[in-house]
Nanobody, 128 residues
Framework: QVHLVESGGGSVQAGGSLRLSCTASGNTVSTACLAWFRQTPGKEREGVAGIDALGDQRYADSVKGRFTISKDNAVSTLFLQMDRLTPEDTAMYYC??????????????????????WGQGTQITVSS
């Protein structure tokens, strides 16, 4: 059973930066599709950024140019670098994984039902 553990959440002022990490057990990171989602109370979970086994990335329009998703296969960790944060970025952030069915997962989607494994979440609060 693969487990995901997020870290790096916290509070920051608008315009600041934070870096989230998500450590995965096993060898999931190198072959899986991975993504970051966020959710605020009363709203649906929103896909923020995704990365596939080859490192191809995709982003939600709301974060393009400000957030960068990356991974380090050697330490089985997914990252989300968040710059120029705004109060609208305040949310609980979750990492998610879709393990490869064969050799590797390609084309990470930003749809939550596509993913099979989820972390517990880490809170980001951006104050104005």
């Amino acid at each position: 059973q693969v487990h995901l553990v997020e870290s790096g959440g916290g509070s920051v002022q608008a315009g600041g930066s934070l870096r989230l990490s998500c450590t995965a057990s096993g060898n999931t990171v190198s072959t899986a599709c991975l993504a970051w989602f966020r959710q605020t109370p009363g709203k649906e979970r929103e896909g923020v950024a995704g990365i596939d086994a080859l490192g191809d990335q995709r982003y939600a329009d709301s974060v393009k140019g400000r957030f960068t998703i990356s991974k380090d296969n050697a330490v089985s960790t997914l990252f989300l670098q968040m710059d120029r944060l705004t109060p609208e970025d305040t949310a609980m952030y979750y990492c998610a994984a879709k393990p490869a069915k064969f050799s590797r997962c390609l084309g990470a989607q930003l749809v939550d039902i596509w993913y099979e494994i989820w972390g517990q979440g880490t809170q980001i609060t951006v104050s104005s």
